[in-house]
């Protein structure tokens, strides 16, 4: 089975940036649709964005003109790029392949002063 690695989360200040980073093994690549999803605590599961193995995107509303998910095919990597980062960004990040059933650990971004 697919394992998934996410990287790149820490502390950032509000307006601040990070790229956060998911890495797939025992795949060359994925034909799969694939996603980053967060949760803080109390707070159920939300989808962030979607990537299609085309490059399609989705994402939801509180994030859009901020987030921006990308994908590497040869690197079986998906990233996300979180620009603008407010105090309601911060939560544990996962990446996930649906079909698959498959999450990352969990990398978790906290956005304070």
């Known amino acids: 089975q697919v394992q998934l690695v996410e990287s790149g989360g820490g502390l950032v200040q509000p307006g601040g940036s990070l790229r956060l980073s998911c890495a797939a093994s025992?795949?060359?690549?994925?034909?799969?649709?694939m996603g980053w999803y967060r949760q803080s605590p109390g707070k159920p599961r939300e989808l962030v964005a979607t990537?299609?193995?085309?490059?399609?995107?989705n994402y939801a509303d509180s994030v859009k003109g901020r987030f921006t998910i990308s994908r590497d095919n040869a690197k079986s990597t998906v990233y996300l790029q979180m620009n603008s980062l407010r105090l309601e960004d911060t939560a544990v990040y996962y990446c996930?392949?649906?079909?698959?059933?498959?999450w990352g650990q969990g990398t978790l971004v906290t956005v304070s002063s």
């Open positions: 990537i299609a193995y085309n490059g399609r995107t």
């Open positions: 996930n392949i649906r079909s698959l059933d498959a």
């Open positions: 025992g795949i060359v690549s994925s034909p799969y649709i």
